[in-house]
């Protein structure tokens, strides 16, 4: 992916918006992903209401920038801002660590809100590389805007602390956990 031809278009993107930017920063790739540093003295005004205006940012400029390099679908670019986005990466992770203390100690799966593709990629990401998370597994259920994450041991019957409450249903529902998870402002 060409970094300057990202800079470029955020860059007048940026400009006729009348949006101040003082520098962007296009780190490589990893995993496939791209993510864009915004630096900016008014980083409320590109992040907007939750996130949205952010968000339309990087929707416009993954569309522009598959166009111009004739890709076949959009490339998977992040913008952040101020560490706006990455703030809300570090709130999932961590509620991820809780919740994966309540799955060893009950031996019971739990499912997180529901929340964006983006999110449940990091989540995924985060529980499949986190070396003290390495007895779980996740897996996404649901559809549209209720797709879910489902934690659980890969090994129930090695349920931790005593209390494992094995349950031989694997497609009993479960119910999200929204108002602990607090996860309404995400915005990816």
Known sequence: MNADL???????????????VSGILVQPPDEGMIRVEIQSSEPSRIIGWHGETLGALQNILKSIVRTKEKM??????????????KAQEDKVCRIAEQKADFVRRTGSRIAL??????????VHTFVANHPSLSDLTTE???EGEYRQIVMKLKNPKQGQGGYAKVTEEISEELSPVMAEDDLGNLDV
Not at 6 to 20: A, E, F, M, V, W
Not at 72 to 85: M, N, Q, T
Request: proline share 10%; charged share 20%; aromatic share 10%.
């Open 140 to 142: 996404s259920v649901g």
């Open 72 to 85: 076949e679908k959009a490339p998977f670019i992040v913008l952040d801002v101020d560490g706006y986005r």
């Open 113 to 122: 809100a529901p929340m964006s593709p983006y999110f449940r990629r990091i």
């Open 6 to 20: 990202i800079k470029d278009i955020l860059s007048q993107l940026l400009t006729h918006l009348n949006l101040p």
